[in-house]
Every structure is written in C-alpha cells, then in structure tokens.
C-alpha cells in the first residue's frame, strides 16, 4: 500500500506528518505515489540491477581478502564489502542476459586497481576519479545514477511554470539539469558546495556555490530539488528546515534518493563505491525512506509523497517530494 493521502499514510511510517484533504491537493496537482520501473522495461531493469550486484560480490569478495585497512574511508569500503559478502551469494535469476559494460563496471574496476593506495591512505576517491576523464560525470549520468536524475526531470519538467523560481542543490556535473526544459521564463539556480563540478557543463541557469549545512540567504522557491545529494548533509532534518526556509509557502521539495537495503538486508549495490568519497563514508550514505519522511514532518513539510523505483522486487528509492 503507497499512498500519499490521509491517515493510511501512517502505516508508511508512523510519521509525525501534516496531511492536507486530497481534493485540494489534486486542484494544485501533485500526483499520487506510485512504482517505476528503472529502465523502460522491467525486465530490463532487474538485468542490470542483478548485473551490478554480481559485478559488486566479487568485487567486495576481492576487497575482503585484504586485511583491515588504517584509512577511515578505505575502512568503510572495507566493512561494507564484508556487510554485502555475508548476505551470501547473488541469486540471480538472468545472469546470461547481464551487461558488463558502462560507467558502473569501470568504477568497480578501478576501486580494484586503486585498492592498495586507498587502503593506505595515499590516494581519495575524489583524487582517483578526478585522474580518469569523465569517468564521474558519466557515473552520474548513466543508470541506475541517472535514472534518479531522470525521474526527478520528468517530475520537475510537468511542474514547470513562467515565472518560477527553481533551485537545485548539490548539482554536481549536471546529471539531473541536463534533463530540465527551462526556458529564460524561469529563474533557475544551480548550486553545489563544490564550484568546479558546477561549472563542468555548459548548462541553462546561474551557478551559486551553496553548501546545505549552512542556512541560505536564497528564498520564495517554487521549487527546490536535489538527487542524490541530500544524503551528504552532516544532519538531513537540520538541512531540511534550512530548505523550507527557501520555499515560498506552498513551494515544494523534490527529492532524489536511493535506498540503502532495496531487498532483504543485502545493501544498495554500488554501497561500496560511494564509500570511497566524502558525504558517503563519513556519512550513512543512503537513507530509508521513512526516515526522510518522518524528517520532512519534523521540519514542518506537508502532503509528503513519493514514487518508488523498482528492479525486480528490488526497491531502490525514487523520490521522495513535499511542500512547505
Ligand atoms: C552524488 S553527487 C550528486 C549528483 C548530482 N546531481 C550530479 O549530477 O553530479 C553529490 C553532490 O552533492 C554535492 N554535495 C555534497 N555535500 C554537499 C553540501 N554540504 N552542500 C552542497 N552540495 C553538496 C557534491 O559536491 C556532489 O556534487
């Protein structure tokens, strides 16, 4: 049962949420929750999402041969592949049909090669990752990382209106930007903390470095969104009230977040990737939906919804949206 309205919702989380009458939120049209599929075609999705979680076991199962590294990142890459390795073996019901080619599989290859320097300390992921030419910007592009890019556009880009103001934090290379159909009628404002990620992509809008920890002097959004950012706030409900002050009241907060356990107790398939960089290893990395939900109610939000993204039974986050 995934529904956005009324006291039901209550069984999603036992979330302190404020929940408005449904006919008022259809005359302003946010849509009900509802279940995605990651690629076009379900099945389709779960190949590559079982693609990526057997490239991942023996990845962790390499990892795990090492001895506990001394770094505290390389630590947490360390204990994540021994927390994916004791989930037991990949069941995988298509492994003929697997890919074993994009951003994913190269970014796996190389925490491989890069694994002595960065037990050691002697290299970051950050440092790593800036050495290959486009190897972040395609990682964040591509599936599965894209594909929460894309469905916050396609959210976004119904939304879009002249004359809105729209902002978007932790931007990064553009993987959800490149996506908006914003024309010179609305006010687009990309910000991340990081200048020089920003302004790798020509993309529409004005360039502000902004890091959500901190309050903002930005307000009356119309909309403010974020995919696969938020996660990296050193305390998310703390950052959220910060962004309800950017709303104008009514604006809403567009979310693009992974899950941490899409089935089972096994973790997020790229977990021990993430883990090479800062807002990740120092971090908990993704959170469970509830969690933001029931942070978003705190922070004072209302009509909180969500759409799931699904591979298989595999529920990997989506988005997560709500109004100030
Ligand atoms: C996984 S990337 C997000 C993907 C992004 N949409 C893109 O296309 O690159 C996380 C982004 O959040 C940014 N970030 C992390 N912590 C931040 C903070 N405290 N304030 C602002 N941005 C932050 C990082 O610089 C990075 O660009």
């Given at each position: 049962?995934?529904?956005?309205?009324?006291?039901?919702c209550a069984?999603?989380?036992?979330?302190?949420?404020k929940y408005?009458?449904?006919?008022?939120?259809?005359?302003?049209?946010i849509?009900?929750?509802?279940?995605?599929?990651?690629?076009?075609?379900?099945?389709?999705?779960?190949?590559?999402?079982?693609a990526?979680?057997?490239?991942?076991?023996?990845?962790?199962?390499?990892?795990?041969?090492?001895?506990?590294?001394?770094?505290?990142?390389?630590?947490?890459?360390?204990?994540?592949?021994?927390?994916?390795?004791?989930?037991?073996p990949?069941?995988?019901?298509?492994?003929?049909?697997?890919?074993?080619?994009g951003a994913?599989?190269d970014?796996?290859?190389?925490?491989?090669?890069?694994?002595?320097e960065l037990?050691?300390?002697a290299?970051?992921?950050?440092?790593?990752?800036?050495?290959?030419?486009?190897?972040?910007?395609r990682?964040?592009?591509?599936?599965?990382?894209?594909?929460?890019?894309?469905?916050?556009?396609?959210?976004?880009?119904a939304?879009?209106?002249?004359?809105?103001?729209?902002?978007?934090?932790?931007?990064?290379?553009?993987?959800?930007?490149?996506?908006?159909?914003v024309?010179?009628?609305?006010?687009?404002?990309?910000?991340?903390?990081?200048?020089?990620?920003?302004?790798?992509?020509?993309?529409?809008?004005?360039?502000?470095?902004?890091?959500?920890?901190?309050?903002?002097?930005?307000?009356?959004?119309?909309?403010?969104?974020?995919v696969?950012?938020?996660h990296?706030?050193?305390?998310p409900?703390?950052?959220?009230?910060?962004?309800?002050?950017?709303l104008?009241?009514?604006?809403?907060?567009?979310?693009?977040?992974?899950?941490?356990?899409?089935?089972?107790?096994?973790?997020?398939?790229?977990?021990?990737?993430c883990?090479?960089?800062?807002?990740?290893?120092?971090?908990?990395?993704f959170?469970?939906?509830?969690?933001?939900?029931?942070?978003?109610?705190?922070?004072?939000?209302?009509d909180?919804?969500?759409?799931?993204?699904?591979?298989?039974?595999?529920?990997?986050?989506?988005?997560i949206?709500?109004r100030?």
């Amino acid at each position: 049962m995934h529904c956005v309205f009324g006291s039901s919702c209550a069984s999603l989380s036992g979330t302190r949420a404020k929940y408005v009458n449904k006919a008022l939120l259809e005359s302003i049209n946010i849509p009900a929750a509802n279940d995605v599929p990651m690629m076009q075609d379900a099945s389709e999705s779960l190949v590559l999402y079982e693609a990526l979680l057997l490239r991942a076991f023996d990845v962790c199962g390499e990892i795990c041969r090492y001895p506990k590294p001394s770094d505290p990142s390389a630590i947490r890459i360390w204990e994540a592949s021994h927390a994916f390795v004791a989930c037991g073996p990949v069941a995988c019901t298509l492994r003929d049909l697997c890919p074993s080619g994009g951003a994913v599989f190269d970014a796996f290859n190389k925490l491989l090669v890069d694994w002595p320097e960065l037990s050691s300390g002697a290299m970051t992921g950050e440092i790593a990752y800036a050495a290959v030419p486009d190897l972040w910007r395609r990682l964040m592009c591509e599936p599965p990382l894209g594909t929460y890019a894309s469905l916050a556009a396609n959210f976004i880009n119904a939304h879009l209106r002249p004359g809105l103001k729209l902002i978007e934090l932790g931007a990064g290379v553009g993987n959800t930007s490149r996506l908006l159909n914003v024309g010179a009628d609305v006010l687009y404002i990309r910000t991340d903390r990081s200048l020089p990620l920003l302004n790798q992509a020509d993309l529409p809008g004005t360039t502000l470095r902004y890091d959500f920890n901190t309050p903002s002097s930005m307000t009356a959004a119309d909309i403010v969104f974020a995919v696969n950012a938020m996660h990296c706030a050193d305390n998310p409900r703390r950052t959220l009230s910060y962004v309800r002050a950017m709303l104008r009241p009514g604006g809403m907060l567009i979310l693009g977040e992974g899950e941490p356990r899409p089935a089972g107790n096994r973790p997020w398939a790229l977990d021990m990737l993430c883990c090479q960089f800062s807002g990740w290893w120092d971090r908990t990395g993704f959170r469970p939906r509830d969690e933001w939900v029931d942070d978003l109610g705190a922070a004072g939000y209302i009509d909180i919804g969500h759409q799931r993204l699904f591979a298989g039974e595999y529920d990997l986050g989506g988005l997560i949206w709500a109004r100030a």
